[in-house]
């Protein structure tokens, strides 16, 4: 017997995976948390029957959620990831070096767990000493944390469900409050073939509170399209003025310092969906 | 009922996509031909069950297979396409006021007369005098036309079945010697994710070729892994040293000049497949 898992990306269109076995399986107080075993992708972490990762692309979503941030800011010590309960951005954000504290706000603590079991390849810094793991609401935690952190990411899953005040103007200025005077945040802000409306209305939202917004896009495969979005807000550094030169080429797979300001530089019609 | 389309990219992997009706289905000589009108990417133009091209995001492949060429090259009056029978290359390619003839040399001329029927968006600029449709195998052609052309595009189908010569070092060297001699040549090579391979073989016999040889990238949802790679061979002009600020920018949705030298800026692992 094959057995298959299909994700519906979308009402009429979606991918579809053979799966060799289902490792996990429960739902939770937020959410239905899966976990499988693809044949082309690896493990598959599936939270409400939506792709969040897989083994074999995880490296492009978390290196690409984290790194323009990291190396836009100069010096960037303190960071927060609200959601991101598998922990791969957090094992990002520990390759810097002048990082002294990386603080997890998930509100789901069984994808943590379930994480820390099944991708130990994505979870592996979450023991780290640098690392402090809370269980909670990002959005408490913010408003709890004024002018605190240095950069900020926003791992969320897509804007249904648990997740739907993570793309809210709200939160958006809540973190501007969380961040230091010279702070910056960056959030997922899906598909710009999927997305549009989305994308173009947290641009402008993000705009209008941060003095630089900024969007780049990376290639994840799983995810609906295959192009995918982030959205960055910034207080005081440009990411487009960064002396590439002078970035610290450590080991990645997808980002380089040779792509760091390449990635905002957007196909037409996603320029276009900026210009509102 | 509903009915789903689903292609297996991979033997493990795929995308699905709900239907609303089949629109064409016939096998001429070379391959299946099959119309379908899909929800999600309206018609999709399906040949031995692999997506070629689909009405709502064909515009990524034909913009990004031709303009990067006709871009670098300063004049390009004579232009080939092996392959491409949907049409969609050669619309792009007469967008340049330089070009004075476009020949098509597509072996299969049902794809051009279903292309015609089905897909008129796509097909639109087959009629215009400067066009040449010759349907004919591409190898030959170029066989027989040496010294001839400006730039000749390869716009093939998967490297299985008629296409698999489209890839083969010795066609590389045919093109070579029916450009021009500051001429131009890019070919679509696959994706990075699932073709890695293919990509640095082709990669490493265009630069024993070519004095330059690059390769690019561009998003397309409904291609295998939603990343997909062209690769250019050129004798003189590198697309890395033009100067975008002279560039027209015509109607596209993709291209821009803007993006004309990011696209080059290439993902660290498809760096490293270059390196072989």
């Not at 010096?75 to 309960?85: C, D, M, Q």
């Not at 099944?118 to 709890?144: F, M, N, S, T, W």
């Amino acid at each position: 017997m094959e057995l298959w898992y299909t994700e519906k990306q979308t009402e009429n269109y979606g991918i579809t995976a053979k799966i060799a076995k289902t490792l996990h399986k429960e739902t939770s107080e937020f959410q239905e948390i899966d976990m499988i075993e693809t044949l082309q992708w690896g493990r598959m972490l599936v939270l409400d029957g939506m792709v969040m990762t897989t083994i074999k692309d995880e490296f492009v979503y978390h290196e690409m959620i984290s790194h323009i941030a990291l190396h836009t800011h100069p010096n960037p010590k303190k960071v927060l990831v609200v959601g991101g309960g598998d922990g791969g951005a957090i094992r990002e954000i520990i390759k810097h070096p002048s990082v002294e504290k990386a603080v997890l706000a998930e509100i789901d603590g069984r994808v943590i767990e379930v994480s820390k079991q099944y991708l130990p390849e994505i979870a592996c810094a979450l023991g780290d000493p640098r690392v402090d793991v809370q269980v909670i609401d990002g959005i408490k935690h913010i408003h709890e944390n004024k002018n605190t952190y240095d950069v900020i990411l926003v791992d969320s899953t897509e804007p249904v469900g648990p997740a739907v005040g993570l793309f809210a103007r709200d939160f958006y200025q809540g973190i501007y409050e969380a961040l230091k005077e010279d702070g910056i945040f960056v959030a997922q802000t899906e598909s710009p073939f999927l997305n549009g409306d989305l994308i173009r209305r947290v641009y402008q939202d993000i705009s209008t509170i941060y003095p630089i917004a900024r969007l780049y896009t990376a290639s994840i495969p799983t995810y609906p399209s295959g192009l995918w979005t982030f959205t960055l807000g910034s207080k005081k550094y440009d990411p487009l003025e960064v002396d590439e030169a002078q970035l610290k080429d450590f080991e990645t797979k997808y980002y380089s310092p040779r792509i760091h300001k390449s990635v905002f530089q957007l196909p037409k019609f996603v320029e276009n969906l900026l210009k509102g």
